[in-house]
Nanobody, 119 residues
Framework: QVQLVESGGGLVQPGGSLRLSCAVSGSTISIYSMGWYRQAPGKRREMVARITSGGRTMYPDSIKGRFTISRDSAKNTVSLQMNRLVPEDTAVYYC?????????????WGQGTQVTVSS
């Protein structure tokens, strides 16, 4: 069974930075596209970054230029560097393998890591 363990969240002021990490066990990530998602209170879960098995990265326009996703297949981890954070980035952040067409998460979700952007 695949387990996803996200870490690195916390409280940060607007304009600050955080680096999230996701450790994957039970499957290799090397053959999958991997993504970071987030869910704010009362909102649907949304994807904020995706990286293909070949290393191509994709972001929604609201994120582009601020977040950077990376992967280390040797360590079976995925990271998300978040810069210039704004209050609207406040959410619980999750990682998962990405289904090809629907872009939904492939495995059972982990517990996520809380990111709060506030002064």
């Amino acid at each position: 069974q695949v387990q996803l363990v996200e870490s690195g969240g916390g409280l940060v002021q607007p304009g600050g930075s955080l680096r999230l990490s996701c450790a994957v066990s039970g499957s290799t990530i090397s053959i999958y596209s991997m993504g970071w998602y987030r869910q704010a209170p009362g909102k649907r879960r949304e994807m904020v970054a995706r990286i293909t098995s070949g290393g191509r990265t994709m972001y929604p326009d609201s994120i582009k230029g601020r977040f950077t996703i990376s992967r280390d297949s040797a360590k079976n981890t995925v990271s998300l560097q978040m810069n210039r954070l704004v209050p609207e980035d406040t959410a619980v952040y999750y990682c998962n393998a990405v289904r090809d067409i629907s872009l939904q998460g492939m495995w059972n979700w982990g517990q996520g890591t809380q990111v709060t952007v506030s002064s």
